[in-house]
């Protein structure tokens, strides 16, 4: 069982083009669950009329939730114990979404209005959606080099279980969602 679990380790890129594209592969899926968690918890939070501060909050608890989710449920159909997901999900996955949850509400809350903007503004959406891609973008050199260094997303692939959507999907998405929120910023600011 060690020496399997040494080979998979070994078989991880540690430099060059496949250790981006695997960086690349496990931002995008903890973007995927911190955004999931980061729109529930600005929708319900606007809906709800909570403080600007507690809508952070509560997207935050929800990204955090969402991202570790994502994580775990591979690892839990392969027949782990919760018990054993739970650590390997902390260590996949802590500094990421720490990352992204720390670019994206900074981004959000310097936007003017973003916070204030129902979720009928076209202002509340675009400034999210530019925030998460921005996150995405901070977050991945810190991937990039928890995986060259056995951390980070290592931690599950040594599992070899992994799951959701496919990376090609979710970076199309992520795209779109920021030019989509970069449009709408440039709009706001010229009025």
Do not use: K, Q
Not at 32 to 59: D, I, K, Q
Not at 94 to 105: G, K
Not at 114 to 126: K, S
Not at 128 to 140: C, D, K, T
């Amino acid at each position: 069982m060690r020496h399997e679990h040494e080979r998979h380790r070994h078989d991880l890129p540690a430099r060059g083009g496949a250790l981006s594209a695997l960086a690349l592969s496990a931002t995008l899926h903890c973007l995927t669950g911190c955004a999931l968690g980061e729109v529930a918890g600005m929708v319900l939070g606007t809906a709800f009329g909570l403080s600007s501060w507690a809508t952070v909050g509560l997207a935050v608890v929800l990204a955090f939730l969402f991202g570790y989710t994502l994580t775990s449920l591979p690892l839990l159909r392969a027949g782990m114990a919760l018990g054993a997901v739970v650590p390997i999900a902390l260590a996949t996955d802590t500094v990421s979404i720490a990352i992204m949850e720390l670019v994206d509400n900074a981004t959000i809350v310097a936007i003017p209005g973003a916070l204030d903007a129902g979720l009928g503004d076209l202002l509340f959406w675009g400034g999210l959606a530019f925030s998460l891609a921005l996150a995405g973008a901070a977050a991945f050199p810190a991937n990039r080099w928890l995986i060259a260094h056995g951390r980070g997303h290592a931690v599950a692939h040594e599992h070899g279980a992994h799951g959701g959507p496919p990376t090609a999907v979710v970076a199309a998405a992520a795209a779109g969602a920021g030019l989509f929120g970069a449009a709408v910023l440039l709009a706001e600011a010229l009025g």
